[in-house]
């Protein structure tokens, strides 16, 4: 992610495919997958690199919960909470197209398009 200053998490089964972030993305970093989720639809993915961090993804989807940018990621990607532990720990991404990377400190997967479960240090 030597381009990204910021990250796009989708939430594939909150997606419904509609291609309103695709389009809305100045960048040109998003896509709509090939796979579908368990509602039929392609949900849109994130290539995973070159994220501005802009957010128009988000205010374009119509679907609260579906789309979650994250701003300064190499800042939150080292503020992590481990949900765990409880201890400020960092996370390294294991599928930056479907959102996932692991906390260091207790080895678990977090899905990051599910922002409510993550907490991050000031």
Partial sequence: ????????????EECKGCKLCV??????????????NTHGYSPAEYEGDGC???????????????????????????AYICQNKKVISSLSLVDPIKGIAKCEAC????????????????
């Fill in 52 to 78: 501005t961090g802009c957010g128009v993804c988000y205010y374009a989807c119509p679907e609260p919960g579906a789309v979650t940018v994250y701003k300064n990621w190499a800042e939150a990607q080292v």
């Fill in 23 to 36: 389009t809305a993305c100045p960048v040109d970093v998003l896509h709509l997958a090939e796979s579908f």
């Fill in 107 to 122: 080895g678990e997967q977090v899905i990051l398009s599910n922002i409510s479960n993550l907490s991050f240090a000031e």
């Fill in 1 to 12: 992610m030597t381009n990204a200053r910021g990250f796009v998490a989708i939430n594939v």
